[in-house]
C-alpha cells in the first residue's frame, strides 16, 4: 500500500451544520454522508443515506457496504415498525416522499428516517488499487463492476491522470443521463500508472 496516497475529487462539496444553525435557520432539508478512514493496515468505513464507498482491488470491484435504501427489507421492517410505510412513486420511498432510509438532517421524516450511521472495517493486504466514494447521482447510472474499466480507460488514455480520474468519472455519469448532484472522490492506494500493468499471475493475451 502507498505511503502517501493520491486522490482527486470532482463535484460537490460537504458541509457540516451545527444543530444552532438548524434551529435558527429552521432548515428541514438534509443528505446523506460516506467516509473511509485507513489506520495502519485496517479500512473502516461508515454511510448514512445512499453514497457509497467502493474498493477496487487488482481491478475487480469489491462491495463494503449495503447503502440504506427503503426497499432493503430490514430498512422497510424498521420503518413500519415506527407506523410509517414504504411504496413505490418512480423509485420506493419512505412514506411517499424521501428515496433514503437514512439521512443527516431530514427532519420532518424523523424518526422513519433514521439519522444513524452504519460502519465496517476490513483488512488491507497491499493489494488494493483504490477507493471510490460516490453520491448516488454517481451509482445510479454507473454499476460497480464498470468502475474499473472506466478509471482504467480514462489513465490510458492521451490525457490520463490520477488527478483528473474524479473529473472524468463525473463526466461519464452525465453522458449516461443522470442529473442529479454528482460528487466523486477516488483515492489512489497505489501509483496509477502501476493499475495499466498486468498483475503477475494475470494471463498474457497473445
Known amino acids: 500500500m502507498a505511503a502517501s496516497p493520491v486522490w482527486a475529487q470532482a463535484g ?76 413505490h412513486m418512480d423509485c420506493w420511498r419512505v412514506n411517499g416522499t424521501l428515496a433514503v432510509s437514512r439521512a443527516i ?25 483504490y477507493l471510490l466514494l460516490a453520491c448516488d447521482g454517481f451509482f445510479d447510472v454507473v454499476p460497480h463492476q464498470e468502475v474499473a474499466d472506466l478509471v482504467r480507460s480514462h489513465l490510458a488514455g492521451p490525457r490520463g491522470s490520477g488527478l483528473h480520474v ?12 443522470s442529473h442529479d448532484n454528482i460528487t466523486v472522490v477516488v483515492v489512489f492506494l497505489r501509483d496509477p500508472q502501476d493499475l495499466l500493468e498486468p498483475e503477475p499471475d494475470a494471463p498474457r493475451r497473445s
Open 12 to 87: 460537490g462539496g460537504l458541509a457540516l451544520l451545527t444543530g444552532v444553525r438548524v434551529s435558527l435557520q429552521r432548515l428541514q432539508s438534509g443528505t446523506t454522508g460516506v467516509c473511509a478512514l485507513i489506520a495502519g493496515s485496517t479500512l473502516h468505513v461508515a454511510w448514512l443515506g445512499d453514497s457509497q464507498v467502493l474498493l477496487v482491488q487488482q481491478g475487480q470491484a469489491v462491495k463494503l457496504m449495503e447503502p440504506h435504501r427503503p426497499e432493503r427489507q430490514d430498512e422497510k421492517d424498521r420503518i413500519e415498525a415506527l407506523g410509517g410505510f414504504v411504496s
Open 105 to 129: 438532517g431530514d427532519v420532518f421524516q424523523k424518526p422513519y428516517v433514521s439519522g444513524e450511521a452504519d460502519a465496517a472495517s476490513r483488512e488491507l493486504t497491499g493489494s488494493e488499487d
Open 166 to 177: 474524479a473529473e472524468a468519472l463525473v463526466a461519464a455519469a452525465r453522458e449516461r443521463g
